[in-house]
C-alpha cells in the first residue's frame, strides 16, 4: 500500500500549486524581515514555526513525498535568500545569526590559514553531533518542530557562510569555496529524513517506511547523503581549504 497517492476525493490541498506556491511566501516573509532587523531569536522562531506549521498539512495525512518537497522548496528559497541579504546587508545578517561575526571570522580563517572548519567534526563535536540528533530524534519526539529548528539554524549558517567566502574570496575560488559540498549532502539528508522522524507522532506508525518501496528508497537514499556528508566532512574541508584558499589569496 503506498501511503503517498492521494485519496480520491474532489480536491486536495496537497495537488494544488497554490499551496506550494504559499511555501515560497511564507519562506520570504519568515526570512527576509527579521533577518534585515539583525533579530536572531524572531529570525529562527519564524522560520521554525512557519515551516512546521507547513508541515503540519502533509504530516498529519501521512504523505512523505509532499513534505518533502516543502522542505526541498523552503531550503532552497531560504539559501537563495539568505546568501542574497547576506551580500547585500553583512552586518544586519551577523546578528540574525548570533554567532554570525565569530562564524564568519572562523570560516575565513579556515579558508586561508587552514584551521579546523567551523561547526564541523574537528573543532565543534558536541554541537556537531547535536545538530544531527535534534534533527532525527529531536523531530521524533517533537513531531518534528525541534527536527526543523535545528534544520534552519544549519541552513541559515550555510548561506551566510557561503555569502562571505563569495564576497571575502571572489571569483572562481570564492564560489567553490562556498559550496561546501559535505554540508550541501547533509542538508539533503536532513531534507528526507526529517518527515520520517516526524510521522510517529502524527500516526503512531514507528516504521513508516515499511509498506512502501517508495519510501524505504526515500529513506536509504536520504541517510546514504547525510553519512556521505559526514564522511566527507572528515577530510575534504582541509583539502577544500588547500585548493582554493591559496586561489583566493592570490
Known amino acids: 500500500m503506498n501511503h503517498d497517492k492521494a485519496p480520491n476525493a474532489a480536491y486536495s490541498l496537497l495537488n494544488d500549486p497554490a499551496y506550494y506556491g504559499a511555501v515560497?511566501?511564507?519562506?520570504?516573509?519568515?526570512?527576509?524581515?527579521?533577518?534585515?532587523?539583525?533579530?536572531?531569536?524572531?529570525l529562527l522562531s519564524a522560520?521554525?514555526?512557519?515551516?512546521?506549521?507547513?508541515?503540519?498539512?502533509?504530516?498529519?495525512?501521512?504523505?512523505?513525498?509532499?513534505?518533502?518537497?516543502?522542505?526541498?522548496i523552503w531550503v532552497a528559497i531560504q539559501i537563495a535568500t539568505i546568501f542574497t541579504l547576506s551580500?547585500?546587508?553583512?552586518?544586519?545578517?551577523?546578528?540574525?545569526?548570533?554567532?554570525?561575526?565569530?562564524?564568519?571570522?572562523?570560516?575565513?580563517?579556515?579558508?586561508?590559514?587552514?584551521?579546523?572548519?567551523?561547526a564541523s567534526w574537528f573543532s565543534q563535536p558536541f554541537q556537531h553531533l547535536l545538530e544531527v540528533l535534534g534533527v532525527t530524534v529531536g523531530a521524533l519526539v517533537s513531531g518534528g518542530l525541534v527536527g526543523v529548528w535545528f534544520l534552519m539554524r544549519a541552513v541559515n549558517h550555510l548561506a551566510f557562510g557561503g555569502a562571505m567566502l563569495v564576497q571575502s574570496?571572489?571569483?572562481?575560488?570564492?564560489?567553490?569555496?562556498?559550496?561546501?559540498?559535505?554540508?550541501?549532502?547533509?542538508?539533503?539528508?536532513?531534507?528526507?529524513l526529517l518527515p520520517f522522524f516526524a510521522l510517529p507522532g502524527y500516526t503512531g506508525d514507528w516504521f513508516p517506511w515499511r509498506h512502501s518501496p517508495a519510501r524505504r528508497r526515500l529513506f536509504l537514499i536520504s541517510g546514504a547523503l547525510l553519512l556521505g556528508g559526514l564522511?566527507?566532512?572528515?577530510f575534504l574541508p582541509a583539502l577544500w581549504a588547500g585548493w582554493f584558499g591559496p586561489m583566493a589569496g592570490g
Do not use: H, K
Not at 47 to 56: D, K
Not at 89 to 115: C, H, I, K, M, Q
Not at 181 to 189: D, E, N, T
Not at 231 to 234: D, G, M, Q, R
Open 47 to 72: 522560520q521554525t514555526i512557519a515551516l512546521w506549521l507547513l508541515l503540519l498539512v502533509p504530516l498529519r495525512r501521512n504523505r512523505v513525498r509532499p513534505a518533502v518537497i516543502v522542505l526541498t
Open 231 to 234: 564522511t566527507l566532512e572528515a
Open 87 to 118: 551580500l547585500l546587508a553583512p552586518n544586519s545578517l551577523e546578528l540574525a545569526l548570533g554567532d554570525g561575526f565569530r562564524y564568519r571570522e572562523a570560516l575565513l580563517t579556515w579558508l586561508y590559514a587552514g584551521t579546523a572548519l567551523p
Open 169 to 192: 574570496a571572489g571569483g572562481v575560488a570564492g564560489f567553490m569555496a562556498a559550496l561546501q559540498p559535505w554540508a550541501l549532502l547533509r542538508i539533503a539528508g536532513y531534507v528526507g
Open 24 to 42: 515560497i511566501l511564507f519562506v520570504a516573509l519568515a526570512t527576509i524581515l527579521p533577518a534585515l532587523l539583525g533579530s536572531a531569536w524572531f
